[in-house]
């Protein structure tokens, strides 16, 4: 894959963004879980960083999500979530990256018996470290696995109470295909009755009666993916005139084949579609590229104009879950930056 042009490097390099669909699960470098593994005295099944690299060839979600569950036994401590997320917060602030919303998996860690304080608290101390350090701001937001039932995210939903004022939303991710939205209604609205906001992956690989699920049964503030949404019409009408933003991840869409090829990447048409399309990276360390890496390969693919790229670093700031001042100055930011720029052959 070519790179594109160095001007649109540089544009992509220094516009203002947000992410807002990143496991931080899945930002674990190789090379940090051979460390954590060492100092934690945890076995891995690979014998060197090149082998776990070997192994991300994957087809379809379920092939990545078996080596995902996999790399996160190595973390053990609240210090080694602390570092996780710090390192992520590092890499987005090196892309001009204002804000996170991170997901993370409480149950992939309680189901292996750490307590669900061990991940909640490292993850925030990193977020207070990087607002401190990096002026990178950041929300958590708790995802429930969809493979196991309903019973067991209530489990998560209620170990969680003690963190509620620190949480702010609730999402839905891990095996998609046969674990529909409509599956996990309840806890949905228990979490909405508690002030959380809701996002669900719905159209990565399921079909878009899941994205019909997760807007009328879950009642979902975004759709995390929501590519197959668009085989159907009215559905792509109705997620326009909701303004529902979408949490687009380009890398991650060829890397699982959920896209044939990027230059057939669906984000210029979500555009063209007027829907509210993000670029994020969702899990880089297993899909290859971080934040900005996602935007340089489908705009290179996909041929999109710096115009569309501010456009979707615009709604990465209007999807947020922000209030509406700190929205107005991310926005105002990008305005200036791209007034900067232009002109600027
Ligand atoms: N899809 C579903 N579940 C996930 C993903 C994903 O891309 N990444 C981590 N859990
Ligand atoms: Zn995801």
């Keep these: 894959m070519s790179e594109p042009s160095e001007d649109l490097s ?13 496991h931080i699960e899945g930002s674990l470098e190789p090379e940090q879980m051979f460390e954590f593994a060492r100092r934690n005295r945890v076995d891995l099944p690979f014998a060197s960083v090149e082998e776990i690299r070997q ?3 994957f087809t379809r979600l379920q092939d990545f999500l078996d080596i995902y569950y996999e790399g996160a036994r190595v973390l053990l401590t609240e210090q080694d979530f602390h570092d996780l997320g710090m390192a992520y917060f590092r890499r987005l602030a090196a892309d001009s990256g204002r804000h996170a919303e991170l997901f993370f998996d409480p149950q992939t860690h309680t189901d292996r018996g750490l307590p669900f304080q061990v991940a909640a608290d490292g993850l925030l101390s990193a977020m207070a470290q990087a607002e ?6 950041s929300k958590l937001i708790l995802c429930f696995l969809r493979h196991l039932d309903e019973d067991a995210a209530f489990a998560t939903l209620k170990a969680a109470e003690p963190w ?30 508690r002030g959380l906001k809701r996002v669900a992956h719905a159209g990565e690989e399921g079909p878009p009666q899941y994205v019909w699920e997760a807007l009328d049964i879950l009642r979902v503030d975004r759709i995390d993916h929501g590519n197959r949404a668009l085989e159907d019409p009215a559905l792509t009408a109705r997620l326009a005139a909701d303004g529902m933003t979408l949490t687009v991840c380009p890398l991650s869409n060829q890397k699982l084949c959920v896209v044939d090829d990027l230059a057939a990447h669906p984000l210029p048409l979500m555009l063209a579609l007027g829907l509210k399309p993000t670029i994020n990276s969702d899990d880089p360390a297993y899909f290859g590229g971080y934040l900005n890496a996602n935007y340089r390969a489908v705009a290179e693919a996909t041929g999109l104009s710096r115009e569309a790229l501010a456009t979707l670093a615009r709604n990465s700031f209007t999807g947020a879950f922000l209030d509406e ?11 200036a930056y791209v007034a900067g720029s232009s002109g600027k052959a």
Excluded at 10 to 22: N, Y
């Design 132 to 137: 401190r350090e990096l002026g990178v701001t």
């Design 55 to 57: 192994a991300y060839r």
């Design 10 to 22: 540089a544009f992509i390099a220094g516009l203002p963004k947000a992410e807002l669909h990143i």
């Design 325 to 335: 001042a700190a929205t107005a100055r991310h926005v105002a930011e990008i305005d």
């Design 164 to 193: 509620l004022d620190r949480i702010a939303g609730v999402g839905l991710d891990s095996s998609e295909l046969g674990h529909p939205p409509s599956k996990f209604a309840r806890v949905f609205h228990a979490a909405g009755e």
